[in-house]
């Protein structure tokens, strides 16, 4: 994982990976949880009976929008910039789900930075993160993201 003292650097980032985090299982609870804050109780997530009986994995799976929201957990500590005072979310330029994420399976983030330019007072990045699945050919999900870091 890079550290960066300066953000005026980080653009020598741009077409570089970045760093992958650490392996993180995907357990009923923590979709559980994402089902009751978000509302979404569809039987594919939370229906362990059902799902054992109905879906190809022989087991519930995480929400799309699940893995998504652990941007923050596993992608964002994979740049560190010492001057930054803040980072805003700026949205999705685009977000594909290319694979189940079967319950109890391990996922992590890999970050690639495509590109870094001055916007919306700071420097705007846009980095792809690709959600790998242990023992699987395909990633789980697969988004360009993209931030905004302030200066300090």
Known sequence: MPVIDRLADVPALVGKELGVSDWMTIDQARIDAFADATGDHQWIHVDLERAAAEMPTGT????????LSLVPLLASPLLEVRDVARTLNYGCN??????MVPT???IRARRKLLSAEPGSGGL????????????SERPACVAEIVTVMYAD
Do not use: C, M, N, P
């Open 60 to 67: 519930t799976i995480a929400h799309g929008y699940l893995i």
């Open 94 to 99: 685009k977000v594909r789900y290319t694979a």
């Open 104 to 106: 109890g399976a391990r």
């Open 124 to 135: 705007r990045l846009v980095s792809e993160i690709t959600f790998d699945i242990e023992g």
